[in-house]
């Protein structure tokens, strides 16, 4: 008989497959590939002893019924980057469903919620925590007018994937009977690594901003508009993507990424009349991060400014530092101690939706070793000997929970 993190590791291999991309994993919010993987992890769910349902923005949610009043959380996301790896998102989903699974139909004094969020990159939208906000009841409404870069809606896309937009600002599954929300998550980072351990317990996520930047010029023919004078977009967006990278270097523990430029109208012959970029601005503490994204559209002012060009500037998405939950958090510590591991307490740099969920109920992480610290690359990779601590803390986690709750 398999190993449970022999399952796990198989599962996200084969989950690997299903991408918009044929030489890569893709699955942006709402495509064709995610509808296939949300069906199979179904399959995996209704295995483990859980009801199934989707929500109003097409998160799948696996319920398993415990003989009290009250539910605990699990989960993490099914969608993925441009060109992933295998287990961003989609370890916190497959090591959830496995604890689920190695219950055995035992009757717990808690239910359990297995949350496969559809959308926490932002892929497709440039903001990210579109599945666990619903779910939180935190969606900001005004999000349903983005667009995709076919022009498609968020609304439009909701509806395409069998939700319901006009649902999605109450779509949350409110929170009178939560003990909390646990996520597992490769840590993306080289920590773990370094100290020569298979987990840690995450103390809090940092701050974020998403901006879309839009920097206008004039287009025009690329062998007859003299360079004196030129209105060239690409060249204002260019000026201002590397003062994103001396700001942040400027400033201790800042992190600032220009990931996404769009040049219009594109063309090798056409001086640039239009050009976009995406900035995503990260620290620790939210008034330097305020203070840096004020410089920065400060600069992009400046910039045009000097080159007579126009520009815009639209905050998609911007959050706070997410502390985790002080109980949950020791408990974890608990969990690994039992388990024979010395604990290992580290802060997030990235993202994740245990960040979302903190408006909902308390949250805690467990981070896992990765390679390199490698994440948003087909190298990502997880050992299964890591994958078997990360399935033991979480079930000895449940264990302590449950003696807690009777």
Not at 163 to 180: K, M, Q, T
Not at 316 to 345: F, H, Y
Not at 356 to 380: D, K, W, Y
Not at 390 to 400: L, W
Request: aromatic residues 4%; hydrophobic residues 40%; contains cysteine.
């Amino acid at each position: 008989m398999k190993d449970t993190a022999t399952t796990v590791m198989e599962r996200c291999e084969l989950l690997s497959n299903i991408s918009e991309d044929a030489e890569g994993i893709c699955r942006p919010y709402g495509c064709e590939s995610m509808r296939e993987v949300n069906k199979i992890v179904s399959g995996w769910m209704h295995s483990a002893g859980m009801t199934t349902r989707h929500d109003a923005i097409g998160n799948l949610i696996g319920r398993y019924e415990g003989t009290g009043g009250k539910t605990l959380i699990l989960g993490s996301h099914l969608d993925t980057v441009r060109d992933a790896g295998k287990y961003d998102g989609i370890l916190g989903v497959m090591v959830a469903v496995a604890c689920v699974e190695k219950l055995g139909g035992e009757k717990i004094p808690f239910s359990i919620e297995v949350a496969a969020f559809a959308d926490e990159e932002g892929l497709r939208f440039g903001t990210t925590y579109l599945g666990s906000s619903v779910y939180a009841g935190a969606f900001d409404e005004a999000r349903l007018e983005l667009e995709d870069r076919d022009e498609v809606s968020l609304a439009r896309a909701v509806r395409d994937f069998g939700g319901e937009p006009d649902a999605l600002v109450n779509g949350g599954r409110g929170n009178g009977d939560l003990l909390g929300y646990c996520e597992v998550h490769i840590e993306q980072g080289p920590v773990l690594e370094n100290k020569d351990l298979p987990v840690g317990v995450v103390t809090g996520i940092q701050s974020q901003s998403r901006i879309q930047a839009s920097f206008t010029g004039v287009a025009g023919h690329a062998g007859t508009v003299p360079m004196e004078g030129r209105k060239d977009a690409l060249c204002a967006a260019a000026e201002f993507i590397l003062e994103v990278e001396r700001t942040a270097k400027a400033e201790p523990d800042s992190v600032a990424t220009v990931g996404e430029v769009n040049v219009l109208p594109g063309a090798s012959n056409v001086i640039s009349g239009e050009t976009r970029v995406s900035l995503d601005l990260r620290h620790p503490d939210d008034a330097a991060r305020e203070r840096l994204r004020d410089h920065l559209r400060s600069r992009a002012a400046d910039i045009v400014a000097s080159r007579n060009c126009g520009h815009s500037w639209e905050v998609r998405q911007e959050n706070a530092v997410i502390p985790m939950d002080d109980r949950l958090t020791d408990i974890l510590g608990k969990a690994m101690e039992s388990s024979g591991l010395p604990v290992c307490r580290i802060p997030s740099g990235a993202g994740h939706d245990a960040a979302q969920m903190a408006s909902l109920t308390a949250p805690a992480m467990l981070f896992v070793r990765c390679e390199g610290g490698i994440s948003h690359n087909p190298a990502e990779s997880v050992t299964k000997e890591d994958v078997g601590v990360a399935i033991d803390v979480v079930s000895r986690f449940i264990e302590i929970l449950a003696e807690d709750e009777s």
